[in-house]
């Protein structure tokens, strides 16, 4: 059975870090492209990161970008998602995603797989 399964959100206060994990069980994740995906309440999903299968290239919007860090451990079979200086505006579930293929994608509907969420809330 494909699964994947995200672990690591909780409760930190602004200014704070956590690790996502996103573990894959059922297919071998060398060979897909791994987003990260971001759905606030009321608002539509968006994707917060991706690491491609081939070189391990990588792509942060730039709301993100220097605060957030992707990595990919394929011993593990597992994708990372590093968050530092969180804001209360990374409130949000955090998805993780997979993708069949080398290419990092940044649309909901180029992926294959989702995992069911973890989340995240930024608050004093």
């Known amino acids: 059975q494909v699964q994947l399964v995200e672990s690591g959100g909780g409760l930190v206060q602004p200014g704070g870090s956590l690790r996502l994990s996103c573990a894959a069980s059922g297919f071998t994740l060398d060979y897909y492209a791994i987003g990260w995906f971001r759905q606030a309440p009321g608002k539509e999903r968006e994707g917060v990161s991706c690491?491609?299968?081939?070189?391990?290239?990588?792509y942060y919007p730039d709301s993100v970008k220097g605060r957030f860090t992707i990595s990919r451990d394929n011993a593990k079979n597992t994708v990372y998602l590093t968050m530092n200086s969180l804001q209360s505006e990374d409130t949000a579930v955090y998805y993780c995603a997979a993708a069949s293929g080398q290419l990092c994608h940044r649309e909901p509907y180029e992926y294959n797989y989702w995992g069911q969420g973890t989340e995240v809330t930024v608050s004093s």
């Open positions: 690491i491609s299968s081939s070189d391990g290239s990588t």
